[in-house]
């Protein structure tokens, strides 16, 4: 079946240093992958996302990058900032063109970051 | 252009009572899903919809729980029935026709059974 897995499920950093969590994701149908940022009691945003015909992407402080063939991408953080501190959530959806497929989103179990001062 | 709207925000009921949930998506938004979010844990998908049509309930518990989007009118989640085991955020998200990458997220309806 589907399934996202996510790792770590906690990440303190100092600020200033990189963050990286990374997914795995067991349907090679899998075609679209977005990361969202969720702070406390707040609704999901998303922050970034990968298409399966690119390899990386980057946009200022984060980057993602996909392993079409492992079924791996991560998410990179650099200079990290206290404002950066929320739960990430990485996902993994196969696209609407992929016969009989939908547009539901499988989430990973998301990780806790913490950006210390 | 206003976000997803979902309402209420906060959403008490006592165990046997019902629970009715809104979601209106963004203007211009035809596609709608639902995602439960239990303490502590990930999203799941419950339900995907477009106007007067379910595409994906494969996320639904197979009781108590329906969803709905007519022509007029706000997606509405609706669970009978309620138990403790229901309480949760319940997010809603919307994308719009032809471009359905992005999912734009609700500000959720917590849901307290008693």
């Known amino acids: 079946g589907e399934n996202v897995e996510q790792h770590p499920s906690t990440l303190s950093v100092q600020e200033g240093d990189s963050a990286v969590i990374k997914c795995t994701y067991s349907?090679?149908?899998?075609?679209?992958f977005p990361w969202y940022k969720q702070e406390l009691g707040k609704r999901p945003q998303l922050i970034i996302d990968?298409?399966?015909?690119?390899g990386e992407k980057k946009d200022q402080r984060i980057a993602v990058t996909l392993n079409k063939t492992a079924k791996h991408f991560s998410l990179h953080i650099t200079e990290t900032q206290p404002e950066d501190s929320a739960v990430y959530f990485c996902?993994?959806?196969?696209?609407?063109?992929?016969?009989?497929?939908?547009?539901?989103?499988?989430f990973g179990t998301g990780t806790l970051l913490a950006v210390q001062p | 252009n206003a976000g997803v709207m979902q309402n209420p925000r906060h959403l008490v009921r006592r165990r046997g009572q019902e629970a009715r949930l809104r979601c209106s998506p963004m203007?211009?938004?035809?596609?709608v899903y639902w995602y439960r979010q239990l303490p502590e844990e990930g999203l799941k998908f419950m339900v995907y919809?477009?106007?007067?049509?379910?595409?994906?309930e494969s996320g639904m518990p197979k009781e108590r729980f329906s969803a709905e989007f007519p022509k007029e009118g706000p997606s509405i989640l609706r669970i009978q029935q309620v138990v403790r085991g229901d309480s949760a955020a319940y997010f809603c998200?919307?994308?719009?026709?032809?471009?359905?990458?992005?999912?734009?997220f609700g500000p959720g309806t917590r849901l307290t059974v008693l």
């Open positions: 203007k211009g938004h035809s596609h």
């Open positions: 996902a993994a959806r196969k696209g609407p063109f992929y016969g009989g497929a939908t547009n539901k989103l499988i």
């Open positions: 349907d090679s149908a899998s075609n679209y």
């Open positions: 990968i298409r399966s015909n690119v």
């Open positions: 919809l477009q106007k007067e049509n379910i595409i994906d």
């Open positions: 998200a919307s994308s719009p026709p032809r471009q359905t990458n992005e999912q734009f």
